[in-house]
């Protein structure tokens, strides 16, 4: 199997004093924020994953998220060119550009000059991005399917053609040739994660595109998800393999699952309760009236997994620690307690890469290094020597 590591790079202090009727001020003003925490920040997190690299993984993820302490990687391309100049054998994944939001000849172009700058180690991510990033950026909820298959028709045109022009709804280019040019043929692969979108399953399975089964969802529905998504691959004469699925899990390693849960947990309440949904419409209905998914998305769903997933989806600000010691996607525990864990979902899921997080809380970076060390000594060596022959839900 492949192993990734994952990271939000959030901003480090915790700000749950700044909560008002139990919601983090947004927008959260400048005086908030300290230029010396941040530099400290980007250069710590630079370390971790040279030390990643050092210790055998086979790459980094990282996203795009705006003004919010969520993340301070608002333009992952700028960190992924960062990395590319202390890694020297991982992959580097962006996960991803928001194509709704941004030119795509820019991203064409960064993204290429980026596949130079790694050698030919990109992996070039594509989301949607949340409800908080198209308000920011003044971009119609409405209008984000439709530009986000626009910027992709783009970016792959300037990938691929000598020269091209392309006349469409939202951009438009006349013979356009970019320069410099991707290493990898045709184009650096493209991963996409799904949260819930049934539209994104039947655009990565139209396009060959490997996906992540959701960001937040229960097993029984990232399971549904992925008999989805091979159905969809099935219409186009494909059939789903372990490479096109990837395996989100959050992990942390401790001498039991109580302990576990007794030093991550309140780094994890954090996350859910503080940092998850900061400035973003995060209720399904919502975001049906405003036109960001339509009324059938969830057709993926299964019914009796239904009422579970929603629960999840809408109640993170009410999580509880006796919610995290039910979750099965925080692999927490013992270090045979997280290989088994880790194993079993890449299993249960069909995938053979598994996309770990070990600090979405903005836990203290001590505590971040301790847990790639240990599980670099622990738990890597036995998930790089399983391999997930097939997709059984397919």
Request: glycine letters at 6%; one cysteine or more.
């Amino acid at each position: 199997m492949r192993v990734f590591g994952f990271d939000l790079l959030a901003y480090p202090e915790h700000m749950d004093h700044l909560k008002v009727d139990g919601e983090l001020l947004y927008p959260l003003p400048k005086q908030y924020f300290h230029p010396e925490v941040a530099i400290q920040n980007y250069q710590e997190h630079l370390d971790a994953w040279a030390l990643m690299e050092e210790i055998g993984f086979d790459g980094i993820g990282f996203n795009e998220h705006h003004t919010s302490p969520y993340g301070l990687m608002t333009s992952p391309n700028l960190m992924a060119a960062a990395a590319s100049q202390r890694l020297q054998r991982m992959k580097i994944l962006i996960y991803g550009n928001l194509l709704p939001i941004h030119e795509p000849l820019r991203l064409a172009e960064e993204l290429a000059m980026l596949d130079c700058l790694t050698g030919g180690r990109l992996i070039s991510g594509f989301a949607r991005g949340i409800p908080r990033e198209h308000m920011v950026y003044n971009v119609s909820l409405a209008e984000s399917r439709d530009r986000f298959e626009e910027a992709w028709e783009i970016i792959k045109l300037a990938w691929t053609e000598e020269v091209f022009s392309y006349q469409g709804k939202y951009w438009s280019y006349k013979d356009v040739a970019i320069w410099p040019r991707p290493v990898q043929q045709p184009y650096p692969p493209v991963w996409v994660p799904v949260t819930t979108s049934q539209e994104t399953l039947e655009w990565a399975a139209r396009e060959k595109i490997p996906i992540t089964p959701g960001a937040v969802a229960t097993l029984g529905a990232r399971q549904d998800m992925v008999r989805y998504y091979a159905a969809c691959i099935a219409k186009h004469g494909r059939t789903l393999t372990p490479d096109h699925l990837i395996a989100g899990a959050n992990v942390y390693i401790a001498d039991s699952r109580e302990q576990a849960l007794k030093e991550a947990g309140p780094y994890m309440l954090y996350f859910f309760q503080t940092l998850f949904s900061h400035g973003n419409i995060y209720q399904v209905g919502r975001q049906r009236e405003s036109g960001y998914v339509r009324e059938d998305n969830l057709g993926w769903l299964r019914p009796e997994h239904r009422e579970e997933f929603l629960r999840t989806l809408q109640g993170f600000r009410r999580v509880t620690m006796e919610d995290l010691a039910r979750n099965e996607r925080l692999c927490w525990g013992t270090p045979e307690q997280v290989r088994e864990a880790l194993i079993g979902l890449a299993e249960a899921l069909g995938s053979n890469t598994v996309l770990v997080q070990f600090n979405q809380g903005a836990m203290p970076h001590e505590m971040f290094v301790n847990q790639i060390k240990r599980f670099g000594e622990e738990i890597l060596p036995a998930i790089k020597q399983h391999e997930v022959t097939k997709v059984a839900l397919a």
